[in-house]
């Protein structure tokens, strides 16, 4: 077990970011997701380690737009699908988060890993 230097952030859909979904392929009915669907698409970001709910509150606040295209670029690359406006007040609209302050690596056995993340490949869209 190894104790990483970092906090992570839990960022977690509301009804409304599951209402935005269900909107990009118009379906009747019991086709549409629903909030317990994707309870479990839960994506983890690790940060920078936060010793209080002060830093940790300016870092979401001066990063809630990227974490928000992060998500909406989950469920679709195409920008033009999505809301007009993405901002903090979508962001609190859309997502919540849940933050722990140990990120703890439990795998003994491999190495921890890193890749930089192409942002031109989630850029791409299905049109290119």
Request: with cysteine; proline share 4%; aromatic share 8%.
């Amino acid at each position: 077990m190894k104790l990483l230097n970092r906090s992570a952030l839990s960022v977690k859909p509301t009804q409304a970011f599951v209402d935005w979904v269900n909107s990009l392929e118009p379906t009747v009915g019991d086709d549409d997701l629903t909030l317990d669907d994707i309870a479990g698409e839960t994506t983890v970001y690790l940060i920078p380690e936060m010793d209080t709910p002060e830093a940790l509150s300016a870092y979401v606040e001066e990063r809630c737009v990227d974490l928000l295209k992060s998500e909406l670029r989950a469920w679709e690359e195409d920008e033009r699908q999505w809301p007009e406006t993405v901002d903090a007040a979508l962001f609190r609209e859309f997502l919540y988060v849940e933050h722990s302050y140990l990120v703890v690596d439990f795998d003994d056995e491999a190495a921890l890993e890193t890749a930089e993340v192409d942002d031109e490949l989630l850029m791409e869209t299905d049109e290119e």
